[in-house]
């Protein structure tokens, strides 16, 4: 998880409330990736930026999902409102290239009850 | 059909042994392979990456790729207690610049 902060670690709330996740790219690396990771379904591309720009988020399950990288050193997942269902590690990675090794980092675990 | 896909296990070999993982996938055009692995409560973090058939070694661990087959595996040679861990396949397929990664195997090396 080296060159990339995530936050909070931790989560736990209720279910309709507002959540942002929140990742802090260290290093330079030109794309952005948000994942989340379940027991059942695996881990699961939610959307990716590309130098900040939005490329795909064909993986973002519903309009409740929303991302942002308003600049290089940041980026945010927000979930409004959410659901138990919602529960999963949420996971930020980077890469110099599009198909290149994925630096992942530490994780967001999520609880909602 | 999923585009990547890995026996889930648990895959249990003794201390010594040659842990033999196994990912297949189903796009043709894939490029590029990719073994993650994840230790319970941590983030993924590469192993290998593989892009041309046959081997390449790196220590105790050798991925093999076959693409005719459709396959990749990921070999541990003397495997250790703390290899233990899921071991995720990722495969760049043809149709997207973005690897697809597989559920995962869960590997335990016990004593």
């Known amino acids: 998880d080296a060159g990339v902060i995530q936050s909070p670690r931790h989560e736990v709330t209720e279910m309709g409330q507002e959540v942002t996740l929140r990742c802090k790219p260290i290093?330079?690396?030109?794309?952005l990736f948000w994942y989340r990771q379940t027991m059942m379904r695996g881990l699961e591309l939610l959307i990716y930026?590309?130098?900040?720009?939005?490329?795909?988020d064909s993986g973002m399950p519903e309009d409740r999902f929303s991302a942002k990288m308003p600049n290089a050193s940041f980026s945010t997942l927000k979930i409004q409102p959410s659901e138990p269902r919602d529960s999963a590690v949420y996971f930020c990675?980077?890469?110099?290239?599009?198909?290149?090794?994925?630096?992942f980092g530490p994780g967001t675990r999520l609880l909602v009850l | 059909q999923k585009e990547v896909e890995q026996n889930s296990g648990p895959l249990s070999v003794p201390e010594g042994a040659i842990a033999s993982l196994n990912c297949t996938y189903s796009?043709?055009?894939?490029?590029?392979f990719f073994w993650y692995r994840q230790y319970s409560g941590k983030s993924p973090e590469l192993i290998m990456f593989?892009?041309?058939?046959g081997d390449k070694e790196d220590g105790r661990f050798t991925a093999q790729l076959n693409k005719a087959s459709q396959y990749v595996s990921l070999l541990i040679r003397d495997s250790q207690p703390s290899d233990s861990a899921t071991y995720l396949c990722?495969?760049?397929?043809?149709?997207?610049?973005?690897?697809?990664f597989g559920r995962g195997t869960s590997l335990i090396v016990h004593p």
């Open positions: 930026f590309n130098n900040n720009v939005p490329i795909d």
């Open positions: 796009d043709r055009g894939s490029q590029s």
């Open positions: 290093s330079g690396h030109d794309y």
């Open positions: 990675a980077l890469s110099q290239g599009a198909g290149e090794t994925q630096y």
């Open positions: 593989i892009y041309s058939n």
């Open positions: 990722a495969v760049r397929t043809g149709g997207s610049y973005i690897p697809t």
